[in-house]
């Protein structure tokens, strides 16, 4: 009674696949995902934002603030943006200053590899080649010594002429340390080449 008659069709439960293919076993790519919509990108902001719940989490919210922080601090000292300076770097007439040591050449930046040269010949073992490599020192902390002097009256007189209403007090032991550096190791970093004319007006 309930059997099925031999002229009833059997229901084809295989693939629907193009015939003569083999079965397939593709998974669904999970590349090439859509792009989030804006509401999206919005929740996933708000709950980013979201206060944290309990200590551990309020700690490590307060360590990435700091971090984040201190990362915008140095990236604007080092590009010399105003508000991340510090009180000895502040101003028109400081940052003149930094400007006019930048674009000069300085004796000391030769310092260092007058050092190793004279270091080499005096462990040489020849008693006339370490009196050369000391007197060659010598005239090179003598050309430093005028070369601060030289920065110091041309600094000055510049000053005069372009801020002669400002206070002119502590830029010679500006100039001065910030000439004794490195260029690489300066801070600010050096905004000028050497030889680059100045603007005329700092404020």
Request: no cysteine.
């Amino acid at each position: 009674m309930f059997r099925r008659s031999k002229s009833e069709p059997v229901p084809d439960t295989t693939s629907s696949a193009v015939p003569g293919a083999g079965p397939t076993n593709e998974r669904p790519s999970t590349k090439g995902r859509p792009t989030p919509t804006r509401k999206e990108a919005e929740a996933m902001a708000r709950a980013r934002a979201k206060p944290p719940r309990t200590r551990r989490e309020m700690a490590q919210a307060q360590r990435s603030a700091r971090g984040e922080s201190t990362a915008r601090v140095k990236a604007g000292m080092k590009a010399g943006e105003e508000r991340y300076l510090m009180a000895r770097d502040k101003g028109p007439v400081r940052r003149f200053t930094r400007d006019f040591v930048d674009a000069r050449f300085s004796f000391v930046e030769l310092m260092i590899p007058i050092l190793l040269v004279t270091m080499v010949l005096s462990y040489s073992g020849n008693a006339g080649l370490a009196s050369f490599g000391s007197s060659v020192l010598l005239l090179a902390m003598l050309l430093v010594v005028m070369d601060m002097v030289l920065l110091r009256f041309r600094l000055r007189r510049e000053l005069v002429a372009r801020f002669p209403d400002d206070s002119h007090k502590g830029t010679t032991y500006y100039a001065i340390t910030r000439a004794m550096q490195m260029r690489f190791m300066r801070l600010p970093k050096t905004q000028v080449k050497i030889g680059q004319s100045l603007p005329e007006h700092y404020r």
